[in-house]
């Protein structure tokens, strides 16, 4: 049986791992490539590397950290933030990621997507949404959630998809550093709408909030940084959790 | 030396990654001399079938797989260009395997992405696999069943999650990316 995938999210600057509560203040929380030896041991299923700052300062992604990385582990992970350009997508692939991450730029020219699919395909495109409750609305919001669009997230979610996303990193801004759960309504509505993997991001607190929002929504995965990097649920822990709750775990 | 075949198609550097980890010399080349000599051969690949063929064959790098006697192992659409037919981009392979390829149904999400179990595993490229593994799948289409299947996944449908004869072996998942369960089966192979 397909497993559920828990994902640890590494928020990156300058090299080093750091964690945001609602997108703004940083703590610094170590090394990115160390981080990421310890989660695959730990039974991560895959990582995410976020370049936080790429987009803001217009900074490119660390192709050094990428090859080092892939160097030193065994599972899949992702790499995103301030990928503006199919070459952009080919140094960071090249580098050895396995997927790439688009957010503001995927608004900006959402040709992007079709682009690095046909080139690479289909499944190493992942197409990141951070959104946001506005007057009863689920809104995307770009430049690391600091901008509105005009775009309602299931539309961008499904156009997304039939650009050649195949996936969807879905971060709720409303939930993110809360620690209250996932935005169970839009997870549920995106994973509903699209018929590719949906990562559920933001607002995880408790072991019991991984369980909701895999029971309540299609959900393929469950992203969290910061309960996994100051080590408050240690992964095999939540794993073990989530077994006993049949919730299906590798 | 272990010879990784070098085509226009993507998720090569982690299998070359891989296998040094292993402690085994390894080279990324797509020289037929250089693959014809060497001890094996990996054929990796994430892509588009129908472009990635255009590209083998006018490389003569088709005929040139399809001749090898060493073992030689193809991960996920390296194993379905060494079916007989691929649904994706309506593309005749090399006919190693007698398998078909054909697109998931989108009756559940695709493409099928993330770690699933084996069944009716057989083969000594699964020495030391407990029934309790997975291993890592992102496809979209899979290779049906066929009497050289030497193991099986289900989604959506049971489909060959690896293929042997003689001495082509084939995965569907990639075992460089399953963690330590993947690094053994590459052992294996490597050992073989």
Known sequence: MLKKRIIPCLDIKDGRTVKGINFVELRDAGDAVELARRYVLEGADELVFLDITATVENRKTLTELVRRVAEEINIPFTVGGGISSLEDAQAIIRA????VSLNTSAVDHPELLTEIASQFGS??????????LVDGEWMVFVHGGRTPTP????DWAREG????????????????????GFAIDITRSVSDAVNIPVIASGGAGTMAHFVEVFRQTRASAALAASIFHFGEIPIPTLKQYLKEQNIPIR | MIVIIKYNAGNITSVYNAVKRLGYPCKVTDDVDEIRHAEKVIFPGVGEAGTAMIYLKERGLDKVIKSLLQPTL???LGLQLMCSHTEEGDTECFGIFDAIVKKFPATDIVPHMGWNNLSDVESALFRNFCRDDTTYFVHSYYAEICMQTI????YILPFSAAIRRDNFYATQFHPEKSGSVGEQILKNFLEL
Do not use: H, P, Y
Not at chain 1, 167 to 176: A, F, G, K, Q, R
Not at chain 2, 151 to 154: K, L, Q
């Open chain 2, 151 to 154: 193991a099986t996944c289900d």
């Open chain 1, 123 to 132: 499944q190493c495109v992942v197409l990141a949404i951070d959104t946001k």
């Open chain 1, 96 to 99: 050895g990621a396995d997927k």
């Open chain 1, 161 to 180: 998809e039939k650009r050649g996303a195949g996936e969807i990193l879905l971060t709720s801004m409303n939930n993110d550093g809360t620690r209250d």
């Open chain 1, 151 to 154: 775009l309602r997230t299931i």
């Open chain 2, 74 to 76: 193809g991960v996920c």
